[in-house]
Every structure is written in structure tokens, then in C-alpha cells.
């Protein structure tokens, strides 16, 4: 059938006309700034989740979050992923891309992704089809239906594999995977849709003290190229990957700074750390 091929051969990956493509996003981070919160409010029936927030973000810094539950972490990142809308306030993606301005799918386009507590891969395919599937290409039915992978987009997949440590798993499929590798493999989905800032929410709940010292080692060497934002209650966990923590209190900055600056801190100890943490932070 010579239409067929000819379709097939008009909407291949790697050779489809340039208005069939994604558009590139450019973030300006002149200014060395990736993320711009400014003055962030919302409520909910009453209660202030978020209250007068103020948080920047260097480009390419790890940076994590820490705070009590209801502290207002969870609805940030709602907010920054456009899931939420404030009451007031900005969010500015780099210095040219208002997020409040944006629906979830064009936020996820710009390059911020999002990887929630539970892992929420494809278990049915396997490990190569979950990033084949995240690969930042035009969703439309026909591009879809007749795409072939480029060699540029098979070697990106390959790369993504070797960050997270999954290519002995590629073919496998991804339900049978363990609970870390499930994590580390939608962290690579993120990686393979370009995504340049990655929320990342507790990456290490459930995960055995070796899965744990991975993630940490992968986590570290996303830092630089990509901007990570971890969200996690593992304070050991936070130490081995913190360059500065922000730690958040009924939904506004109470601290921030190193781990050894936030363990001092006599706020931070009163209202989340605790007296122990006081203790060891002593004794170091």
C-alpha cells in the first residue's frame, strides 16, 4: 500500500517536517536563577496551606526541602507543576516563563517534571518502552501511529539507561522491577523528556539502606546539568545529598541553609527537628 508507506515515511521521528515537532523552551537564567517564588498564598476551607512564601532556586543546585507534614511542601509543589492555583503571588520559571500563566501539560513541556512518592511507571512495558514513551516528541495520533526511533533519540535512551543503572533491565518489564529501580526508572523518564528542573518527592521511602546510597549517588550527579529538588523526611538521607536545605513551617521559610546551619538552628530543632537532632548536630 504506497499511501501507507508514504505516511510512515512523512512522520518518522527523525526525519518529520519541523512544525511537527515540540517547540524548544528557552529559560533565561542569566540572572542564575531557575525557580522564582514570590509572595505565595493559598488557602484551603480556611486553613493557609501556603503563607507569604519567598523560595529561589539556583540553576543546576540540589536543593532540599524539609518540614513537618501539612508544612506546606506537597502544595508547592502543586502550585509549581501548575496542579494548583494560588490565591496570590508569582511563579516564574527562569525569567521569562509566568507558570501561573500555564495548564500541567505546558508546564511539563517547559522542562519541569515531577516524581511523585509512588513510583507511576508503565508496569506492563518494559524498562526501554517506559523512556521510549517519555522521549519529548509530538504526542499527535498520525506522528505517533507511524513514528521510528532516530538514532540520536535511541542513543539518548542509552544514556538515560547508563545515569540510572538500568541497562541489564531494559527489556525487562517494569512491574517486575524492585521498588528502587521502579523510583530510579521514572527519575530517567524525567531525563528523557528533557525535563531541566525535577521535583522530586521522597525518593528513598521504602527503599533498603543500599537502594538509598544509590539514589543519593544518582541524585548527585544529575546536580549541575539538571536543577533537583528533593522532598524528603530521611534526615541521614538529606545529609548525604544537601548542599542547602529549606526547611518550611506552616507554609512559610522558617530556615535555610547547610544541614549543619538547619541542625543548629534553634527554631528548626523547636518546631521539627527535635532535641536528639540537637544533640547529634553537638556531637559532629
Known amino acids: 500500500m504506497d499511501w501507507l508507506e508514504t505516511a510512515r515515511d512523512t512522520f518518522r521521528r527523525d526525519q518529520v517536517w519541523n512544525f511537527m515537532m515540540p517547540k524548544e523552551v528557552h529559560v533565561d537564567v542569566s540572572k542564575d536563577v531557575i525557580l522564582y517564588v514570590e509572595d505565595l498564598n493559598v488557602s484551603f476551607d480556611g486553613f493557609k496551606a501556603i503563607n507569604n512564601l519567598n523560595l529561589y532556586i539556583r540553576d543546576g ?31 516564574w520559571f527562569g525569567q521569562t516563563h509566568n507558570l501561573l500563566e500555564h495548564d500541567e501539560a505546558s508546564i511539563a513541556h517547559m522542562g519541569i517534571g515531577r516524581k511523585f512518592q509512588k513510583p507511576t511507571v508503565f508496569e506492563a512495558h518494559t524498562v526501554y518502552t517506559n523512556l521510549e514513551l517519555s522521549l519529548k516528541t509530538n504526542k499527535g495520533v498520525l506522528p505517533t501511529l507511524f513514528a521510528r526511533l532516530s538514532q540520536t533519540q535511541k542513543d539518548r535512551i542509552a544514556e538515560v539507561l547508563d545515569i540510572i543503572g538500568l541497562t541489564e533491565q531494559q527489556q525487562m518489564d517494569a512491574g517486575s522491577l524492585s521498588h528502587g529501580q521502579k523510583q530510579w526508572l521514572e527519575i530517567g523518564m524525567l531525563l528523557a523528556s528533557d525535563s531541566r528542573l525535577l521535583l522530586v518527592d521522597e525518593p528513598v521511602a521504602g527503599m533498603t539502606a543500599e537502594e538509598t546510597e544509590k539514589t543519593a549517588a544518582l541524585l548527585n550527579s544529575l546536580a549541575g546539568k539538571h536543577t533537583v529538588v528533593v522532598v524528603e523526611h530521611d534526615m541521614e538521607f538529606v545529609r548525604s545529598i544537601a548542599r542547602t536545605v529549606t526547611v518550611l513551617h506552616q507554609g512559610s521559610v522558617l530556615a535555610e541553609g547547610s544541614m549543619d546551619d538547619i541542625q543548629r538552628n534553634k527554631d528548626v530543632i523547636e518546631v521539627y527537628l527535635g532535641e536528639e537532632h540537637a544533640e547529634q548536630a553537638g556531637a559532629a
Open 61 to 91: 543546585e540540589l536543593r532540599c526541602l524539609i518540614g513537618a507534614n501539612g508544612a506546606g511542601k506537597t502544595t508547592l509543589m502543586d502550585i509549581i507543576t501548575g496542579k494548583t492555583k494560588p490565591d496570590s503571588g508569582s511563579v
